[in-house]
DNA sequence: GCCGTGACTTCGT
DNA sequence: AACGAAGCCACGG
């Protein structure tokens, strides 16, 4: 993997590295929970340090941020940061039930084309 | 090195 | 279905 997005990012943490590496791994018109990527990058219980990484260095590191969701298939931003997210997604031909959460069952990615160094 | 902080999750009420 | 508490962990101050 390794893509140049992610390069030089030696200095960071390994789980911070593999978190960086699955998210940049989630392909277009897929999702996954905060909890999920912890689970793909090795640790189960780092849902928040999935979403303390995402709130500081999405832009950083040029990240799909917008398909990461919350367990429960909805978005974890507030109103105004909802709505772009909502966007993107429903530009990836994502669709959102009536209750406002993603199609999970149809979108969650199941790591597909995700493998280590 | 302690302490507060998250775009979280799970399990009780 | 909704709410709260507890567990979680790297990071920055």
């Not at 989630?26 to 999935?50: C, M």
Request: aromatic share 8%; with cysteine; glycine share 8%.
């Amino acid at each position: 993997m390794c893509p140049k997005e992610l390069t030089n990012i030696s200095h960071l943490h390994p789980f911070t590295q593999a978190v960086l590496q699955v998210i940049h791994a989630i392909p277009s018109g897929k999702v996954q929970t905060y909890g999920g990527v912890a689970r793909f990058a090795g640790n189960p219980k780092g849902a928040r340090q999935v979403a303390r990484i995402l709130h500081s260095s999405s832009q950083k590191y040029h990240l799909p941020w917008h398909r990461v969701i919350n367990s429960q298939g909805k978005i974890s931003l507030d109103p105004v940061g909802a709505e772009e997210q909502r966007l993107l997604l429903v530009a990836e031909d994502i669709t959102f039930l009536s209750n406002g959460r993603v199609k999970m069952d149809e979108h969650l990615w199941d790591g597909d084309g995700l493998f280590f160094v």
